[in-house]
């Protein structure tokens, strides 16, 4: 069968440059094996960053882009117990999966409940489990407190905010232009604030002074400081990406005078370290929300692999409202 995918061979600058559409043929199976139809893959910026080189974790070159997506089996070699041919299934994670086919480890397959939105369950791996982590890792939150997150408007911002409200959290939330700041208040946001050298301000007149003990920070740069200055003494700023392409500045009054806390978070590293009860306990959560619609992500654009290139540009784009994802022909 004759398939197509996203493949780079080199790293560069500018990502939709060093990838491409490359046409193959799929396999033989080995025993324990499976041939899945890919329906869905989001780009990530983890998986943009891949193509930069700038990732803390890079795959051996040549390599096909995408870290998570849905597909639906097609092919199953000998010695195949539990999936079924036409089976909806989460795809393994880090497998290359903006593809039109993939052959996958049988055993590293999830059945998704049939009926459940693929573009949707496309995004469950990365995003809503960073999320959920970091609204439980790292402070010991009760139902009325506050926490605070900037790229409100992002995915993982997206998925944060719906699972406070679940959890009977409120959250204020940072988006860098005004144009986003419609689409967060959909989302549930309870307070949503432009960036600025005023932030501290503003969200202490919006909360009504109340302590913010969790921040969480994507952007780098003064940024984390202006994030850093709204939390409560004591408090805890948890970064989990750069999106100025800076370090986090954070300044001794919020470091050393307000007995701030700061931490890092990498989804690779809990997976590493998470048992297997952990993960199957927390995923099983995420998907049984994404499949009832308890959960969503706002999708700006779906594009085949044909048009790779086109769809990371668009990944690059600073004024699109939602995930760009990469669909297959299953």
């Given at each position: ?215 969480i920070d994507a952007v780098g740069g003064m940024a984390t400081e202006r994030l850093a200055r709204c939390l ?20 001794a009054q919020s470091f050393v005078f307000n007995d701030l806390t700061v931490r890092g978070f990498w989804l ?19 998907t049984q929300a994404m499949a009832r619609g308890q959960l969503k992500a706002r999708i700006h654009a779906t ?28």
């Open positions: 069968m004759q398939a197509l995918k996203a493949q780079y061979e080199q790293r560069g600058p500018v990502p939709q440059d060093v990838i491409k559409p490359v046409p193959f043929d799929t396999p033989a199976l080995a025993p324990g094996q499976a041939l899945v139809a890919v329906l869905a893959a989001p780009i990530n910026p983890s998986d943009v960053l891949m193509l930069t080189g700038g990732y803390g974790m890079l795959p051996p070159l040549p390599a096909v882009g995408g870290s998570e997506g849905v597909g639906r089996i097609v092919e199953l070699g000998a010695d195949v117990a539990g999936l079924a041919v036409g089976q909806m299934v989460l795809l393994p994670a880090g497998s290359g999966t903006w593809a039109t086919h993939l052959v996958a480890d049988a055993r590293r397959l999830v059945p998704l409940p049939e009926g459940a939105d693929p573009q949707q369950m496309a995004m469950l791996t990365v995003n809503p489990a960073t999320a959920s982590l970091m609204l439980s890792e790292f402070v010991d939150l009760k139902p009325g407190d506050w926490v605070m997150q900037n790229v409100a408007n992002s995915g993982v911002g997206g998925y944060l905010i719906q699972l406070a409200r679940q959890r009977g959290f409120r959250t204020v939330n940072v988006v860098r232009r005004e144009g986003a700041v419609a689409a967060v208040q959909d989302q549930g946001g309870d307070v949503v604030l432009v960036d600025g050298d005023d932030l501290h301000h503003r969200v202490k007149q919006a909360t009504g002074g109340a302590p913010v003990r969790l921040g409560a003494e004591g408090g805890t700023l948890v970064n989990y990406g750069l999106m100025s392409g800076e370090p986090c500045v954070v300044s690779a590293k809990w997976f590493r370290v998470a048992t297997r009860e952990q993960q199957r306990a927390l995923y099983g959560q995420l594009y085949p692999v044909q048009r790779i290139q086109e769809a990371v540009a668009a990944a690059q784009a600073g004024e699109r409202d939602g995930k760009i994802l990469v669909v297959g022909q299953g």
